[in-house]
């Protein structure tokens, strides 16, 4: 009995043993190549909505700035009240259109839009537009789709990698 659970454990051992190979040249995982092309391709999309915006700013002729997030944005009216904060509960008037002028959401219909400032599921770019603004202000935004519904959309009326125009009002910090 000895001798055959110590031959079943030497076939064992030798058969672990002839799957490993040393002599085979180091090959880059597969998963490597993946990521890289990954990231080329979205680095070329940003840069493709990037232009995008720009061109459609520069049709429009409006006064837009472009953050380091990517996110155009003009103040239309500075407001005189404070500023939100991280936290605070903000209400707004908003509409929102895509770049080709198709209107999606608007608080005339909808009504106001109340969250909390970077503690809710609202979009990225809404919450970062929002504490450019003062109680009371105007602002008009251009989100690239990184900063909006991404990959696929709000699965309403935001299409899939949508660049998104939000203006903004800020009525309301609790």
């Known amino acids: 009995m000895k001798f ?9 051992i030798v058969f672990m043993s002839s799957c490993i190979r040393t002599n085979e040249p180091h ?3 597969r998963k490597d190549n993946y990521e ?11 840069e493709k909505d990037q232009q995008a915006i720009a061109d459609y700013v520069k049709t429009h002729e409006w006064n837009m700035h472009r953050d ?8 239309l009216k500075q407001g005189s ?12 008037e908003y509409k929102v259109k895509l770049l080709d002028g198709t209107k999606c959401y608007d608080s005339d ?11 809710s599921n ?8 929002v504490q450019m603004l003062r109680l009371g202000g105007e602002g008009r935004f251009i989100f690239p789709p990184y900063l909006a519904y991404g990959l696929l959309g709000d699965q309403k009326c935001i299409p899939p990698r ?10 309301e910090i609790k």
């Open 27 to 29: 090959r880059p995982k």
């Open 68 to 75: 380091s997030m990517g996110m155009w944005y003009e103040i």
């Open 4 to 12: 055959l659970r110590l031959s079943i454990f030497f076939v064992i």
């Open 109 to 119: 219909s909808l009504g106001l839009k109340s969250f909390k400032v970077n503690h």
């Open 162 to 171: 949508a660049i998104v125009i939000y203006y903004i009002k800020l009525v």
């Open 81 to 92: 009240g404070p500023e939100p904060k991280d936290g605070n509960i903000v209400t707004i």
């Open 122 to 129: 609202e979009i990225r770019g809404l919450n970062d537009a």
């Open 36 to 46: 890289k092309k990954l990231i080329e391709i979205n680095k070329y999309l940003v």
